[in-house]
């Protein structure tokens, strides 16, 4: 069956550094890959997306990657600050009208 | 401004009650789904509907139903037969129904709890 794992553990990263999440998927061929970004008690908040036949994706101090060789998406934030602090999600889907499917999140603390 | 809204953000439900989670949205959007959250699990999908006067079920649509008579409305029943219905609720929406190559807009979602 298809699997997403993101780590489930939290993540602790001093202010200013690199913030580096990461997605891994088995049994499936996304299309697209997309994160989202989810405070306690609110709705994930759309990111980025990118697509198969897309490498890397920027946006501001945010970088995503795609790896269909390794099943893996890395999630970057560069100069990482508190307000970074949430979850990140990672969601996949096959294209067309397939439905997307979303990982647990990873906890990312950024400390100050 | 555009969006979700979710109401209401808290509800408890007795044994045996039915009750209805409201989501309505202003984006102008074909597709509307429900999710459900649990701790430590993915956002699971309980229905979708891509048009409207059309829902299909999703992955755990047991216990739940919908209706989709409006473009900017989509309620979601949890009836009695939903056995473990404590969760937080996510209503979310995309321009049309065409998976993962657009971005899901969400709500901020309806935690229930059992009385």
């Known amino acids: 069956s298809q699997k997403i794992e993101q780590n489930s553990e939290a993540l602790n990263i001093q202010e200013g550094k690199t913030a580096t999440l990461t997605c891994n998927y088995t049994n499936y061929s996304p299309a697209y890959l997309q994160w989202y970004r989810q405070d306690p008690g609110r709705g994930p908040v759309f990111l980025l997306l990118?697509?198969?036949?897309?490498k890397e994706k920027r946006k501001e101090r945010l970088k995503v990657t795609f790896d269909t060789t390794l099943k893996q998406s890395l999630f970057h934030i560069t100069a990482s600050q508190p307000a970074d602090s949430a979850t990140y999600l990672c969601?996949?889907?096959?294209?067309?009208?397939?439905?997307?499917?979303f990982g647990t999140g990873t906890k990312l603390q950024v400390i100050p | 401004d555009g969006g979700i809204t979710q109401s209401p953000k808290y509800l408890f439900r007795k044994e045996g009650q039915n009750v209805t989670l409201s989501c309505e949205q202003n984006l102008n959007h074909d597709a509307m789904y429900w999710y459900r959250q649990d701790p430590g699990q993915g956002l699971r999908l309980i229905y979708y509907s891509q048009i409207v006067n059309d829902f299909q079920k999703g992955d755990i649509a047991e216990g739940y139903s919908v209706s989709r008579e409006k473009k900017e409305s989509f309620p979601l029943t949890v009836t009695s037969a939903q056995k473990n219905p404590t969760a937080f609720y996510l209503c979310?929406?995309?321009?049309?129904?065409?998976?993962?190559?657009?971005?899901?807009?969400f709500g901020d979602g309806t935690r229930l709890s059992i009385l």
């Open positions: 990118i697509r198969e036949n897309e």
């Open positions: 969601a996949l889907g096959a294209g067309g009208y397939q439905k997307v499917t």
């Open positions: 979310a929406s995309s321009i049309s129904g065409q998976g993962a190559n657009q971005p899901q807009h």
